[in-house]
Nanobody, 125 residues
Framework: QVQLEESGGGLVQAGGSLRLSCAAS????????KAWFRQAPGKEHEFVAS???????????DYADSVKGRFTISRDNAKNTLYLQMDSLKPGDTAIYYC???????????????WGQGTQVTVSS
């Protein structure tokens, strides 16, 4: 059973930064698609960013328009860890952030069978 565990959430003022981490339990996921989603209260899961590929084959990233230019997704395959660097945070970024893993590069959460438990990010104005 693949396990994902997020960390790094917290409370930050608008304009600040946070770095989320997601540790995977299996190295076999090092070449799969990994993504970050978020869920605000009363809303559905929203795609944030995804990353696929490896340094030897080329890495591809996708971002939601709402975070493009502010968030950066990256991965360290040697550590089986996924990251999300979040800069210029806004109150609208407040949500529970989840990392997810799958085999298909996609924006829908339905394509990701493996999920972490989530980490809360709160941005105050």
């Amino acid at each position: 059973q693949v396990q994902l565990e997020e960390s790094g959430g917290g409370l930050v003022q608008a304009g600040g930064s946070l770095r989320l981490s997601c540790a995977a339990s299996e190295s076999t996921l090092s070449s799969s698609v990994k993504a970050w989603f978020r869920q605000a209260p009363g809303k559905e899961h929203e795609f944030v960013a995804s990353i696929t590929g490896a340094s030897w084959s080329g890495v591809a990233t996708d971002y939601a328009d709402s975070v493009k230019g502010r968030f950066t997704i990256s991965r360290d395959n040697a550590k089986n860890t996924l990251y999300l660097q979040m800069d210029s945070l806004k109150p609208g970024d407040t949500a529970i952030y989840y990392c997810a893993a799958g085999r298909v590069r996609a924006l829908s959460p339905k394509n990701y069978p493996y999920w972490g438990q989530g980490t809360q990010v709160t941005v105050s104005s």
